[in-house]
């Protein structure tokens, strides 16, 4: 299906290297190889030389982003969902090369917190004209996030989605409905209180993807991550709470705590389920530390 590399010459030799790293497999019923045709036509050829890296297997884009950040090229494009956004956007804390995003995805949360549009043919024009910005970058343990990592239902469905077939909005709201009914609250200590959660969030961003905002006041380069701690809800509840989150006010609800801070620390139980910019990882400790790194992360916007 693809070419494994390939490059655009050209007789101009002030351009700049821009590589766009694609998992073949993101946004399943995309057509990678019209998005990369277009790229080849419509990408500022005087501005860039384009080199086009289809992944390999999960984690290479991280490989490839190390070898961006090491060769000095300086930008990146991450084309696909969020998962293939934060393997590549984890390389390049602490670096000069810029992430870009081609968003496939489903949630698509970052490139959406960055204004990326989510037609390709937007995105090139504003990749054409794009300007550097510093954000922040956050971790759960050492493990980096750039929108929003959590513990409790939403890890719960991560985790559920992730084995499913099924992508986009409609599938999460499913898993969402389904899940809730057998979904027992979590039990774990934080800021020095006992509680049963319903879920907490930490983000640096606004919100999940999908335009769901759960931490709807964060700014993504202030150097504090925001937290939403949602106590259990009955179900009557569910759908006040499900138009909160789309219309930014969650932060309002009965249900919700809010915190905003440089370091959060929470103890759960053993073999902690998380989702890190939702993706479902299980853990093998009961303890959480939060940090940021503040502005450590450059993006083309
Ligand atoms: N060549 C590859 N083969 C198998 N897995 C890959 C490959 N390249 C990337 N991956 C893995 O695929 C996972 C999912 O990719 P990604 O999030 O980009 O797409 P998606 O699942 O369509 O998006 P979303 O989760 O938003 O629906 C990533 O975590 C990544 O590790």
């Not at 504003?126 to 980096?144: E, G, S, Y």
Request: charge should be positive.
């Amino acid at each position: 299906m693809f070419v494994r590399k390939y490059k655009f010459f050209s007789i101009f030799v002030s351009k700049q290297e821009i590589w766009f790293v694609v998992n073949p497999f993101s946004g399943r019923k995309k057509n990678h190889q019209a998005i990369i045709s277009l790229i080849e036509n419509q990408l500022d050829k005087k501005k860039y030389q384009a080199t086009i890296i289809p992944t390999k297997a999960a984690g290479h884009a991280t490989e490839l982003a190390h070898e961006a950040a090491e060769k000095q090229v300086p930008y990146i494009v991450a084309m696909g969902g969020d998962g293939t956004v934060n393997e590549t956007a984890k390389a390049l804390i602490g670096r000069k090369t810029a992430l870009g995003i081609m968003p496939l995805g489903s949630g698509n949360g970052l490139a959406r917190e960055l204004g990326v549009p989510m037609k390709p043919e937007k995105v090139i024009e504003k990749l054409n004209k794009a300007t550097i910005k510093q954000i922040d970058a956050c971790f759960v343990n050492d493990i980096p996030f750039f929108c929003t990592a959590g513990v409790g239902f939403d890890a719960h469905c991560a985790d559920v989605f992730s084995r499913l077939k099924g992508r986009g909005l409609l599938n999460y709201v499913r898993v969402g409905f389904q899940e809730f009914w057998a979904y027992k609250p979590l039990s774990c200590d934080f800021g020095g209180n006992k509680y049963e959660v319903f879920s907490i969030t930490f983000g640096n961003a606004r919100q999940f993807g999908n335009n769901a905002y759960i931490t709807p006041i964060a700014q993504i380069d202030d150097g504090f991550i925001d937290c939403t701690l949602l106590n259990p809800l009955p179900l009557w509840k569910v759908p006040s709470i499900i138009t909160r989150l789309f219309n930014k006010t969650i932060h309002e609800s009965a249900y919700a705590e809010v915190y905003r801070g440089a370091k959060f620390k929470l103890k759960g139980q053993e073999n902690l389920l998380i989702h890190y910019d939702g993706e479902p990882l299980r853990l093998d400790t009961d303890e959480l530390t939060i940090s940021i790194r503040e502005k450590s992360l450059h993006v083309m916007v």
